[in-house]
């Protein structure tokens, strides 16, 4: 019995919760107001987090290179630090968002959202010959 709570104790704690790279940015935001100062502070806990990991693939998910790429013009004075935190703003409602979608796609949600463009898919007017939405 004894190795048997020691195993479940163990399974409990071994497992985490995933976080998405996103994340490290948005708890990043709450110490730093500049861009170059937030992505350099996001980049070092995913890199400590992915240090002992041989299967993180934080550091090369689509949202990270776009990150990267983001100060890579800033550093060469392609775009301001205030245009790459506008790019950045954009970026981060946009993953946010597909998180809160996923959750109102339930059917019970459908009909209360229903004019909203994510669920429905199309607006009621995109298909009309008339000049009103309805």
Known sequence: MNLFLTFI???LTSCSAIKY???YFADCEKNFTEFSA???CAMKEINED???NSVCKLE???FVNIIKRLQVMVNNDEISENEAMFRYFNLIDYE????KLSGNMHPSNFYKNSNNFYI????SCYFSRNEFCY
């Open 9 to 11: 104790i163990f399974f």
């Open 50 to 52: 992915c240090l002992g």
């Open 60 to 62: 090369e998910s689509r």
């Open 38 to 40: 937030l992505s350099e």
């Open 96 to 99: 946010e968002s597909k998180f």
């Open 21 to 23: 790279p996103h994340n």
């Open 120 to 123: 429905r898919g199309i607006p």
